[in-house]
């Protein structure tokens, strides 16, 4: 069993929260956002706070990243690459 559920399973047996198993919500991607958030900072040399990027879904085979949202300081991440692209091959020259 996935540790994120041995977690949120009990829950649904709390008498005082009254909560039906199915209406529990755990945060089973937020490690995996962490760890996406990190990767990319290293590799665009940019800190992590400033990178938005979600991982989207169910924890482990299912999850997805939410790529056409992903932003580096407010700017898509698509536009942000193609800049630092043009940026490198004009300083090479």
Not at 21 to 33: A, H, P
Request: aromatic share 8%; proline share 4%.
């Amino acid at each position: 069993m996935r540790p994120i559920l041995v977690m949120c399973w009990p829950t649904s047996f709390f008498d005082r929260l009254r909560c039906a198993q199915e209406r529990v919500i755990s945060t089973g991607t937020s490690l995996d956002t962490g760890r996406l958030r990190s990767l990319l900072s290293e590799r665009l040399g940019i800190v992590a706070p400033a990178i938005h990027a979600h991982v989207l879904g169910e924890h482990g085979e299912s999850a997805l990243i939410g790529w056409s949202s992903a932003t580096v300081s407010g700017m898509p991440l698509d536009t942000f690459l193609g800049f630092t692209v043009f940026r490198r091959s004009t300083q090479a020259r």
